[in-house]
């Protein structure tokens, strides 16, 4: 059972462009979070979606910041015009359907974005 | 979700147990503690996590104090591969329209020596 798969793990971007951060869920998890760590930072929530909806985008920066998990295909988060403090480490986690006892979630290895 | 509150950094000689402490003392009687690890930039690793009674697998073993205030995560048999930083976490178990974020802290980094 592959775990979750994160592309691209490093991506580059010069300021101005946009960033596509893309995240395939454990097989069977329709559950994805989307977490950022900042150099010599802690982890923060940004995001929580189901299929087709978002369910807490309360850690979400108010602008250029966006993300879907459509019926089909990947949880994409989207950066747009991209400035050098976006550079972070984004982590995207999934988790299977609730259930009180077992909701924990399992983390990709990342994508780490720089923008020169 | 309760605050927890973690020593900043711990030594282990490898091939010991060790022991990481976790203080909840303002933890709800429905919230679960969660542990999760992060290896020097990888992403963050489900550990363990319990309610009310101890719990074991074959990563550690958790332990939780009969009023809940505070637990410790028991890694038997320490390895240098289990240099890493350590993270207590307290949540509610949601219902699936509330959201399920994690909140991390500063968490214990837990050095293995040889």
């Known amino acids: 059972n592959a775990g979750v798969m994160q592309n691209p793990r490093h991506l580059v971007r010069r300021r101005g462009q946009e960033a596509r951060l893309r995240c395939s869920p454990m097989?069977?998890?329709?559950?994805v979070y989307w977490y950022r760590q900042l150099p010599e930072e802690g982890l923060k929530f940004m995001v929580y979606?189901?299929?087709?909806?978002?369910?807490?985008e309360s850690g979400m920066p108010k602008e250029r910041f966006s993300a879907e998990f459509p019926k089909e295909g990947p949880s994409i988060l989207r950066i747009q015009q991209v400035v050098r403090g976006d550079s972070a480490a984004y982590f995207c986690?999934?988790?299977?359907?609730?259930?009180?006892?077992?909701?924990?979630?399992?983390f990709g290895p990342g994508t780490r974005l720089t923008v020169t | 979700d309760a605050k927890t509150t973690q020593p900043p950094s711990m030594d282990c000689a490898e091939g010991r147990a060790a022991n990481l402490p976790c203080n909840h003392s303002?933890?709800?009687?429905?919230?679960?503690v969660y542990w999760y690890r992060q290896i020097h930039s990888q992403g963050p690793q489900y550990i363990i996590h319990?309610?009310?009674n101890n719990e074991t697998n074959e990563m550690a073993s958790l332990i939780i104090t009969e009023d809940r205030k505070s637990s410790t995560l028991i890694l038997p048999h320490a390895t240098l591969r289990d240099t890493a930083v350590y993270y207590c976490?307290?949540?509610?178990?949601?219902?699936?329209?509330?959201?399920?974020?994690?909140?991390f802290g500063e968490g214990t980094q837990l050095t293995v020596n040889p």
């Open positions: 986690a999934s988790s299977p359907p609730f259930v009180a006892s077992r909701n924990e979630q399992y």
């Open positions: 097989k069977g998890h329709s559950h």
């Open positions: 979606l189901q299929k087709e909806n978002i369910i807490d």
């Open positions: 303002t933890i709800s009687g429905n919230e679960y």
């Open positions: 319990g309610l009310k």
């Open positions: 976490i307290v949540r509610v178990a949601q219902r699936e329209t509330s959201g399920s974020r994690l909140t």
